[in-house]
């Protein structure tokens, strides 16, 4: 079986909001300060913008991938893979409560990070649109939300490998 992969396509939100923070970022040099507690409030915004870059350019995902024995979430410097021997259940996710993001991104360079709701507790979110989604959780309980291009078929390509993989 081939491996099967979707892109992530970006939603409006995440394109304005990324673009907006790095406008920011790119005008705070130029900001004139008056004392040093502006000095200081500027740079510990830079540093704080700076380090969402980093964060944002390690979790912001550029695809989802299937093969006959793992699912790959590919990101933009790294890969996130998860052996489908370790995964209970893959579905489309619809997201119907709002996301709240103790720690991660709400639309810079995507959704990521660890969010919590009252449907699905706590998880961790992968994604660039909150349009096309799907649900993966482990064994071990972990979840995770996932963007991709088509959630349905996608789904259904991870669940075929997975019966595939458990009637091996």
């Given at each position: 079986m081939f491996k099967y992969r979707q892109p992530c396509n970006w939603d409006n939100k995440s394109i304005l909001m990324t673009i907006l923070i790095f406008i920011v970022w790119g005008t705070l040099p130029f900001i004139q300060q008056h004392d040093s507690f502006q000095n200081y409030t500027l740079n510990l915004v830079g540093i704080l913008i700076f380090i969402l870059v980093i964060c944002g350019i390690y979790y912001c995902p550029?695809?989802?991938?299937?093969?006959?024995s793992l699912l790959i979430i590919g990101k933009l410097i790294s890969k996130k893979v998860l052996p489908l021997a370790d995964i209970a259940s893959v579905t489309p996710y619809q997201h119907t409560m709002n996301f709240?993001?103790?720690?991660?991104?709400s639309g810079f360079m995507g959704y990521w990070g660890h969010y919590r709701n009252q449907e699905l507790g706590k998880f961790f979110v992968y994604g660039t649109s909150l349009d096309?989604?799907?649900?993966?959780?482990?064994?071990?309980?972990?979840?995770?939300?996932?963007?991709?291009?088509?959630?349905e078929e996608m789904s259904h390509q991870i669940n075929l490998r997975l019966s595939k993989s458990t009637a091996s």
């Open positions: 550029k695809y989802i991938e299937a093969t006959n709240g993001a103790p720690l991660g991104s096309q989604l799907i649900l993966v959780i482990l064994k071990s309980g972990k979840q995770y939300v996932i963007s991709c291009k088509n959630a």
